[in-house]
């Protein structure tokens, strides 16, 4: 546990931690909501926000929150007007944001590709004190949101249309959604990096998905997976001396791997005990005939 | 008559460029039954979803409780029922996570209380599925899945249930269940307006029938009772005010 004596690799720890928590945190929204692939947009809109932080000589991490969560609304304004060709203005977005960021930061006095490659793919010894205070801010703001507005942001991840006839906020909470995304992006920016962000946003809420039936245990599983991976990827990187990001995102995914060939039995099990409980001869779904025979013909 | 629950006027609404509702009157009175009726792409489904504010309406009123939609706050005591396929998340949920997202207008700030759990025990039991309460509800059948969705607009225990054709791809013991369920509320003095591809077993419930075609109301009135050939599946119901050599009105099961 020689790490630990390290400073830089408490900031990594404590960061890595923060991500581990928010991202499928937030996560898990984004997947209900069949938007899994939003956070790769944001990290790549973030890249602009990266490359303007270089440019002004400010932090980076400040800039590119400010970018990305102005991307996220944007993102979410084109899903509410722009109905007919969306994903095209998505794009357009996505490699504008990535575009901009290379630019930006060639532009930036001194600054060249380099830079930009422990913010695409994470970088422990780069995380400092102000990013780890700027991190902390950023998570609380995100649990706050994820975890204090939880029915809601069910209610309208699930059903827009019903959550609307509930009196929810739908427009607010969509925005809220998309600009916590868009924080939790950043957030994890200096650990997992901007490209690899979604990963972490998805893939344990997959892997949780696997062993459980409702929307809460689905949440811890992917918290306690996210946390899991997020720290014994950081010290796996600071063994081995790989960049953290692809550890993570390797895991993450292993442990879907692992989860799925789990749950195959699990599953078999649950619908034998199923198959059980029901009586025999239950009536079959949809007892509609699907097709109008001659016989239901009748004359007026 | 008192104050009607829903009223519509002159309500025009485009999907596109394409008009769909074209000048619809429609009012709904205090613990009235009405079933709206017509063919595919009449205007049904619109016409319950420009109520709800789903559809931006082009022209017209729309007021729920005597008061002009837009203004509209209090929607607990609205509850709605849409096709079921709107409703599929990609994160597995329990049938008491979802119904339990319908109790949100009745709480502070989405916190729960003992009431809340209870009313969506009372609910879920309504509809005769408290056993199923921790079950995934991706591991429902349609039918089953479909007493979920009325249980979530019962939870919040409305005065006005706004029902999408209830009894699509519903099995028959479903059908049964929802007839019982919706009996038992309207006899508690409950408004229901329904979008029905059908009469079916709800025939007794409802006091009146308005048809849809082309975005117009075409009949408003007592439900077209189905007798003699009318009462076998597939019928074509010929309404006697239409000009002669109109397409018939199909309501009928497998139209």
């Known amino acids: ?300 | 008559m008192t104050e009607p629950v829903i009223a519509l006027r002159g309500v025009t609404a485009e999907l596109g460029a394409r008009p769909v509702l074209r000048g619809v009157d429609l009012t709904v009175g205090r613990g009235e039954v009405v079933a709206l009726l017509g063919a595919n792409g009449s205007g049904k489904s619109t016409a319950i979803r420009a109520i709800i504010g789903q559809v931006p309406v082009s022209g017209g009123a729309v007021e729920l409780f005597g008061t002009p939609r837009r203004s509209f706050r209090d929607w607990a005591r609205v509850g709605y029922v849409p096709q079921r396929t709107t409703a599929a998340g990609g994160v597995p949920a329990t049938v008491a996570e979802i119904v339990s997202s319908g109790r949100l207008s009745r709480t502070r700030f989405g916190v729960f209380r003992k009431a809340d759990r209870e009313a969506v025990h009372r609910a879920l039991e309504l509809v005769g599925m408290a056993d199923r309460a921790k079950d995934s509800v991706n591991a429902l059948s349609g039918g089953q899945h479909q007493r979920v969705l009325i249980a979530r607009a019962l939870v919040a225990e409305p005065e006005l249930l706004i029902m999408d054709e209830p009894m699509a791809g519903v099995d028959l013991a479903s059908q049964e269940v929802l007839a019982r369920t919706l009996r038992q509320q309207v006899e508690a003095g409950t408004t229901v307006l329904l979008v029905l591809h059908e009469l079916g077993p709800l025939e007794p419930l409802i006091d009146r029938a308005v048809v849809l075609r082309d975005g117009c109301v075409l009949h408003d009135g007592p439900p077209p009772r189905a007798v003699g050939q009318h009462a076998l599946p597939g019928h074509d119901h010929v309404h006697p005010h239409a000009p002669a050599g109109t397409e018939p009105i199909r309501t009928g099961l497998l139209t």
Not at chain 1, 42 to 47: D, F, L, N, R, S
Not at chain 1, 198 to 221: C, E, G, K, N
């Open chain 1, 1 to 300: 546990m020689d790490f630990l004596n390290y400073a830089f690799m408490q900031r990594a720890l404590l960061a890595a931690v923060l991500v581990g928590i928010t991202a499928p945190a937030v996560g898990i929204y984004l997947v209900q909501r069949r938007q899994a692939l939003m956070g790769d947009g944001i990290g790549h809109v973030a890249m602009t926000g990266v490359g303007l932080g270089f440019l002004l000589s400010t932090s980076p991490v400040w800039m590119a929150t400010a970018v990305s969560v102005l991307g996220a609304v944007l993102m979410e304004l084109i899903r509410w007007y722009g109905k007919t060709r969306g994903d095209i203005a998505l794009a357009m977005l996505f490699y504008g944001g990535m575009a901009g960021g290379v630019m930006l930061i060639n532009l930036a006095p001194g600054g060249s590709n380099a830079n930009l490659t422990s913010y695409l793919f994470g970088s422990l010894s780069t995380v400092s004190q102000s990013d780890v205070t700027a991190i902390c801010v950023l998570a609380g703001f995100v649990l706050l949101v994820t975890l204090g507005l939880r029915r809601q942001l069910f209610a309208v991840s699930q059903d827009e249309e019903f959550a609307r006839v509930t009196g929810l906020p739908v427009r607010a909470l969509n925005l809220l959604t998309a600009v916590t995304a868009a924080v939790t992006v950043t957030v994890a920016m200096r650990v997992v990096g901007l490209l690899l962000v979604s990963a972490l946003m998805v893939v344990p809420v997959a892997a949780a998905q696997q062993l459980s039936r409702s929307f809460t245990v689905t949440f811890v599983i992917a918290v306690a997976i996210g946390v899991t991976v997020a720290v014994s990827g950081t010290v796996t990187s600071y063994y081995q001396d790989v960049p953290p990001g692809a550890t993570i995102v390797l895991l993450t995914i292993a442990a879907f791997v692992a989860l799925t060939a789990l749950s195959t039995p699990l599953a078999r099990r649950r619908a034998r005990a199923a198959a059980a409980a029901q009586p025999a001869g239950d009536p079959a779904e949809c007892s509609i005939p699907a097709s109008r025979g001659a016989g239901d013909e009748v004359g007026v």
